[in-house]
């Protein structure tokens, strides 16, 4: 793999120099260390014909320590009476057809502001190292999709679509946390929740027991810190050295 950094914003002000840190996968094998050094996946240009990632807050879940909450119970209870089933697919044997694209691709147009067209759905899809596509139903009705990458060690919880009309219920929070659960029940190490910024994100760090967060140094486990953070995320004025 290939660390480096690329100059992003100034302000004498403060007297604040960024440098955004990106990584260049070079070989398979480097995925769980990847992960482990704190970067996700980049999809934000349609060009790349090579693996980026980029350094960020990201939250993991420790399977160790890995337990259900109250609030998974809770949830688990709202969604009994449909009987969700759950189906775990390579992404090499799943058929990408017409009605699951559409049934993505309406999720993303609601609750991804419009920054989910159709092409950047294909880019993501296509990204050698998302693996499998977890298929949620109950009766035959379809209710979620996950892109999860997946190797023998980790799992990254990448993208989900689900339909909104049983958000009510959990489904969300409900598919979210069976795949935490299924993948303790593999024997994995690791579940990776994606960035973890604002309040709008602070449901993951209510939900899940193991938690930790990468602070751009180190993965920390405080979760009164993290808490912290994403209350002053909007308001944010320097980096936390000045503070």
């Known amino acids: 793999m290939k660390i480096f950094r690329s100059e992003s914003l100034v302000d004498y002000q403060t007297y604040t120099f960024n440098y955004a840190v990106y990584c260049l996968q070079e070989a398979d094998y480097e995925t769980n260390d990847i992960y482990r050094k704190g970067f996700l996946p980049y999809s934000n240009n349609l060009d790349l014909d090579t693996p980026h990632y980029y350094l960020a807050r990201s939250l993991k879940v420790n399977l160790d320590d890995f337990a259900p909450t109250s609030e998974n119970r809770r949830v688990i209870k709202k969604m009994a009476d449909l009987s969700p089933k759950i189906s775990v697919f390579k992404k090499s044997v799943f058929k990408k057809s017409e009605a699951f694209q559409k049934f993505c691709l309406d999720y993303a147009a609601i609750r991804f502001d419009g920054k989910m067209p159709k092409n950047r759905f294909n880019f993501i899809y296509d990204w050698d190292a998302l693996n499998y596509i977890f298929a949620f139903t109950s009766g035959g009705q379809v209710l979620g999709y996950v892109f999860a990458v997946m190797t023998d060690e980790i799992l990254h919880y990448w993208f989900s679509f689900y ?10 929070k409900w598919m979210m946390y069976s795949i935490i659960d299924w993948a303790k029940t593999q024997g994995l190490k690791e579940v990776y ?14 939900d899940f027991k193991g938690l930790s967060y990468f602070d751009g140094n180190e993965w920390q486990s405080d979760m009164k810190v993290l808490k912290a953070k994403c209350k002053q995320d909007s ?3 320097a980096d936390d050295f000045k503070l």
């Open 193 to 206: 929740l994606g960035t973890c910024y604002g309040e709008k994100a602070m449901y993951k760090m209510r």
């Open 235 to 237: 308001n944010f004025v």
């Open 163 to 172: 339909d909104l009309q049983y958000s009510r219920l959990g489904l969300g």
